[in-house]
C-alpha cells in the first residue's frame, strides 16, 4: 500500500519568509499526490494536486509543489508567507487502483509576526 | 451551499452509550468515506463507500457501523462508546475514482466521551 511521510512536525517562520514543507512518498507507480490545508477547528481544504503532466504544479492561496520522482518527494512552497497561513498542512498519496487516499501526520506552520 | 455537511459538530457524551454522526453532500459524487482523526492530527481512514456499497473497512471495531441509505448519504452509528473513541471524525467525499480528484471534506464531528 502507499504511505506518506512529513519529516518535519512543526515549523515556524517569519511572517514575509519563503516556506518549504517535505513530503516523501512511498508507491510502486505513478502516485497521485495532493497537499491539503487544516485550520483550527476546521476540515481539510485542498490546495493543489498532481497527478501527471508538468512536475511543478500551481494551487490555491500563491502555494506550488514539484513533484520529483527520484527523491519520492512533493514538497510545498510558498515564497512569501502571510499570518494566515498558520495551519496544519497534509500531504496525501492516492493510487488509481483504489479509492484509498493515505495521508502523512501532518506539519504545524506556525508564523511569526 | 456546504459541499459535504456533517452534523453534528460537537457531541459529548458519556461512555456505553450510542451516538450517530450524519453526512451528506451534495456534489452528485459517487464516493464517500469517513476519517478519524486523532489527538495528534493523524488522520486514518475508517470505511469508503461507493453507490451506497462498501469497499474499504479499515480495522475498526465493529461497534463502528456505516451506513449508506444512498449515494449524497454516509451516516456513522457508534455503540458503546469508549473514551478512546474520542476524535474527531472527518466525512468526505470523491468522483468514482478518488486518485486524481482530491476529495472534498466536511468541516468534522469533534467527539468526546466521558
Known amino acids: 500500500a502507499q504511505s506518506v511521510t512529513q519529516p518535519d512536525i512543526h515549523i515556524t517562520v517569519s511572517e514575509g519568509a519563503s516556506l518549504e514543507l517535505r513530503c516523501n512518498y512511498s508507491?510502486?507507480?505513478?502516485?497521485?499526490l495532493f497537499w491539503y490545508v487544516q485550520s483550527p477547528g476546521q476540515g481539510l481544504q485542498l490546495l493543489l494536486k498532481?497527478?501527471?503532466?508538468?512536475?511543478l504544479v500551481q494551487g490555491i492561496k500563491g502555494f506550488e509543489a514539484e513533484f520529483k520522482r527520484s527523491q519520492s518527494s512533493f514538497n510545498l512552497r510558498k515564497p512569501s508567507v502571510h499570518w494566515s497561513d498558520a495551519a496544519e498542512y497534509f500531504c496525501?498519496?492516492?493510487?488509481?487502483?483504489?479509492?484509498?487516499?493515505?495521508f502523512g501526520a501532518g506539519t504545524r506552520l506556525t508564523v511569526k509576526p | 451551499d456546504t459541499a459535504v455537511s456533517q452534523t453534528p459538530k460537537y457531541l459529548v457524551t458519556q461512555m456505553g452509550n450510542d451516538k450517530s454522526i450524519k453526512c451528506e453532500q451534495n456534489?452528485?459524487?459517487?464516493?464517500m468515506y469517513w476519517y478519524k482523526q486523532d489527538s495528534k492530527k493523524f488522520l486514518k481512514i475508517m470505511f469508503s463507500y461507493n453507490n451506497k456499497e462498501l469497499i474499504i473497512n479499515e480495522t475498526v471495531p465493529n461497534r463502528f457501523s456505516p451506513k449508506s441509505p444512498d449515494k449524497a448519504h454516509l451516516n456513522l452509528h457508534i455503540n458503546s462508546l469508549e473514551l478512546g473513541d474520542s476524535a474527531v471524525y472527518f466525512c468526505?467525499?470523491?468522483?468514482?475514482?478518488?486518485?486524481?480528484?482530491?476529495?472534498?471534506f466536511g468541516s468534522g464531528t469533534r467527539l468526546t466521551v466521558v
Open positions: 456534489l452528485g459524487h459517487d464516493t
Open positions: 496525501a498519496v492516492g493510487t488509481s487502483n483504489n479509492n484509498d487516499m493515505r
Open positions: 468526505a467525499s470523491s468522483p468514482r475514482e478518488a486518485g486524481p480528484y482530491g476529495y472534498t
Open positions: 508507491y510502486g507507480a505513478t502516485p497521485y
Open positions: 498532481y497527478f501527471s503532466g508538468d512536475t
